[in-house]
């Protein structure tokens, strides 16, 4: 347990519809990521915020929509999603800072099926 | 671009053989460097850092990992692996710098040790 949930752990979603990933953080980090885990490939990713402010967006397709509601909550809102979306989609947090941003805690993810 | 690299994919060891997991990175500056381990089933967790000073850093569960600026290396080690070390294992960097900066993961290593 590191302190960052996220639910649902497991997703499987059609193309057409919309769904939400949800994460939350008790650890007092004002950072948080989205990252998406696809199998041999290197951790991608995805959103970056900084206090509630989005910092860093990484070239993400707009299908994928993160919000961030306070500090302990993020979410990831999905529609209209492709099959090669199917991964394996990490949140984390970290303190805020140049030293902070390596230091990251993870959830256990949620694994995205889009048939 | 910034980059992280790992030399192995996979790798098999039998218990109590040493083990050494290779990783370069390409940045420009001083750099954070961590390694991050993921054992089956479990969250992705942080294994050890370096951040200043002595380029020897030791990390939990006997894992140790030798900085080497002029190979742009952060090698991880550990004189004898148990069957429990079984798991991914990822090294990663931040480009240090008054801003917050952003974890580069390498595409990780599955270690599998034979009991």
């Known amino acids: 347990e590191t302190g960052v949930t996220q639910t649902p752990r497991h997703l499987v979603m059609g193309m057409t519809n919309k769904k939400s990933l949800k994460c939350e953080q008790h650890?007092?980090?004002?950072?948080m990521y989205w990252y998406k885990q696809s199998a041999k490939k290197p951790l991608e990713l995805m959103f970056v915020?900084?206090?509630?402010?989005?910092?860093e967006n990484n070239s993400v397709p707009s299908r994928f929509s993160p919000e961030c509601p306070n500090s302990s909550h993020l979410f990831l809102h999905l529609h209209t999603l492709q099959p090669e979306d199917s991964a394996l989609y990490l949140c984390?947090?970290?303190?805020?800072?140049?030293?902070?941003?390596?230091?990251?805690?993870f959830g256990p993810g949620t694994r995205l099926t889009v048939l | 671009a910034q980059s992280v690299s790992q030399h192995n994919h996979h790798v098999i060891l039998s218990e109590a053989a040493s083990l050494e997991l290779g990783c370069n990175y390409s940045?420009?500056?001083?750099?954070?460097l961590f390694w991050y381990v993921q054992y089956p089933g479990q969250h992705l967790q942080l294994l050890l850092k370096?951040?200043?000073?002595?380029?020897l850093v030791k990390g939990i569960k006997g894992f140790e990992a030798e900085f080497i600026k002029s190979k742009f290396s952060f090698n991880l080690r550990k004189p004898s692996v148990q069957w429990s070390d079984t798991a991914e294992y990822f090294c990663?960097?931040?480009?240090?710098?008054?801003?917050?900066?952003?974890?580069?993961f390498g595409k990780g290593t599955k270690l599998s040790v034979k009991p």
């Open positions: 984390a947090s970290s303190p805020v800072g140049p030293t902070g941003a390596g230091t990251q805690y």
């Open positions: 370096y951040f200043s000073g002595d380029p």
């Open positions: 990663a960097a931040v480009n240090y710098g008054g801003s917050q900066g952003n974890l580069i």
């Open positions: 915020y900084n206090f509630k402010e989005q910092t």
């Open positions: 650890l007092g980090h004002n950072a």
């Open positions: 940045y420009g500056g001083t750099v954070n």
